[in-house]
């Protein structure tokens, strides 16, 4: 087992209590043919510890079979110093952030958006886990939506891919790319993709 794939195992343990992994797709597509709203969501942080690091940005799409319900995206101002590591890879910069409001004043309007809903992400243990972690910091209650993980699902659906990051999944499912590596972009294609594995 990888590193990687340790550290993710590890999410998923600490999770356990707050947010079910759903990982079976005939329950998945059962769910999606019945009307479930799903939101798709994603963050960028300043690293990978949610002890020292903290959430830049969160983008989240909310949908269902119908099509697109609402969009959710907001940039937020870390009240830390923003690592060049982490820059590098999501573009964020400290002057992007300087104004933007805190977290705290951003969680209630997420957990309002997501209320009700089933959860998406990529590697989703990583972002539950970040997020749970600012609002027990912040004092409100933790996340408790179903969520589903569409890089283990991918894992499934597509055995003869190569990879299984986000950015190569879209490519090799034609899903365009707009803005890699930044949150509600990600999370845009998380549900493209997500629609693509559960209609398979």
Do not use: W
Not at 63 to 84: Q, V
Not at 125 to 132: A, E, G, I, S, T
Request: negative net charge.
């Amino acid at each position: 087992m990888t590193q990687s794939q340790q550290r993710l195992n590890q999410f998923s343990m600490q999770h356990q209590k707050h947010n079910i992994i759903l990982s079976d797709i005939k329950k998945l597509f059962r769910l999606y043919n019945d009307g479930m709203t799903f939101v798709a969501f994603d963050t960028e942080t300043t690293g990978l510890h949610s002890s020292t690091d903290r959430i830049l940005e969160i983008g989240a799409v909310k949908f269902n079979k119908n099509g697109e319900l609402g969009i959710y995206s907001e940039l937020i101002n870390p009240l830390i110093p923003i690592p060049k590591i982490a820059s590098d890879v999501n573009h964020i910069t400290d002057m992007m952030v300087k104004d933007k409001p805190c977290i705290k004043d951003i969680l209630p309007s997420f957990v309002d958006f997501i209320s009700g809903t089933v959860l998406i992400a990529h590697n989703a243990p990583f972002d539950l886990y970040f997020v749970n972690a600012e609002l027990e910091r912040n004092g409100f209650k933790p996340m408790t939506n179903d969520a589903i993980d569409t890089l283990t699902l991918s894992r499934s659906v597509y055995p003869d891919f190569e990879r299984h990051k986000l950015q190569y999944l879209a490519e090799r499912l034609n899903i365009n790319v707009q803005d890699a590596h930044r949150a509600f972009d990600d999370a845009r294609v998380c549900k493209e993709i997500f629609i693509r594995m559960v209609t398979k």
